[in-house]
């Protein structure tokens, strides 16, 4: 089995729970002075823009989680590449990270990443299973401003953010037992929907610093991102985000972390008691 992205969040958490596990990993990385150093796993470096690397990291692997990748400009081509590279080395089953309504028309543009790079591993005829991840929990404190105010063209929108243990706990259900799971597309979300009122309510009373949330247009939107600086193509995917939530696609629960990984998902209250220092920023504010 090999497992990319353990030097981040979410591989870093089914790395670790597979290796708690006593199973033998591969973990292939960019960066093999970063990988987590985990009983029962090699390293391999490869990029998944490189093809070659990717390959010969693949060599002999039957099943692959495919972690999708930071954001950049040709993060497609960059998933494709790898895809394409599990292929040729004859992986057997891939579980790919995707986004929760993953579609060619999503609202929020890295959705349609997501669904390019499902497209192209149903093309391989090698199995699959998709983890289409609603918007993380783990990503919300960062959403407060240095004002204590959530910013974005959300409106009222609802979504059922979801925790990135939870993932991780569905992945390595999934990674033990790939057959069992061929061909299956799970919407992972939280227990429940919030707006981003209820987000920045839940923030405030768990802090004890008071955050709001403030809805925008889509003008007012972009110009507030105008002055970072940032490509006009990851401005888009900040403020398509939110624009997602505003249209209803994230609006939704499903049973899934629960069926696949055997217990419910955490809500948002639950997991950010679980993990207070994630609010010492808010904390901190002054
Ligand atoms: N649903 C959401 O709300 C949400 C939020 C944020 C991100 N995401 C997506 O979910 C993914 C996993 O989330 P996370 O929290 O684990 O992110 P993370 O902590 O940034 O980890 C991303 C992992 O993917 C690896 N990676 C990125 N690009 C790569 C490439 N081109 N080739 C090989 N490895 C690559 C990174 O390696 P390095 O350490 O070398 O960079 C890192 O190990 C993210 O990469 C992003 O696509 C979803």
Known sequence: ?????????????????????????RLVVRDPARAPELPGATVVAADYG???????????????????????EDRVAR?????????????????YVSFYGA?????????????????????????????????????LPY????????RGPA??????????DDIADVAVAVLLEPA??????????????LTFHEVA???????????????????????SRASYGAPDWMVEGWVTSYAAVATGELDGTTDDVARVAGRAPQSFAEYLRRNPAELNRIRALT
């Open 155 to 164: 409106g009222d929108g609802r979504c059922g953010f979801v925790a990135r």
């Open 201 to 223: 309510t839940e923030l405030g009373a768990q802090s004890g610093h008071p955050v709001t949330y403030q809805a925008e247009t889509l003008a007012e939107a972009y110009a």
């Open 143 to 150: 959403f407060v401003g240095p004002d204590g105010v959530i």
């Open 79 to 95: 998933h494709l590449s790898a895809v394409e590279a599990a292929a040729a080395a004859g992986v057997e089953h891939v579980v």
């Open 103 to 139: 579609a060619p028309d999503a609202t929020f543009t890295l959705a349609r990443h997501h669904w390019r790079t499902e497209e192209a591993v149903r093309a391989t005829g090698a199995g699959f299973t998709f983890l289409r991840d609603s918007l993380y929990q783990d990503v």
């Open 1 to 25: 089995m090999a497992v990319t992205g353990s030097t981040g969040g979410l591989g870093g958490r089914i790395a670790r729970r597979l290796a708690e596990r006593g199973v033998p990993q």
């Open 180 to 193: 069992a799971h061929n061909g299956r597309t799970y919407s992972l979300t939280g227990p429940e929907t």
């Open 50 to 72: 490189d093809g070659e690397a990717m390959r010969a990291a693949l060599a002999g692997v039957g099943t692959l989680l495919l972690v999708s990748a930071s954001e950049t």
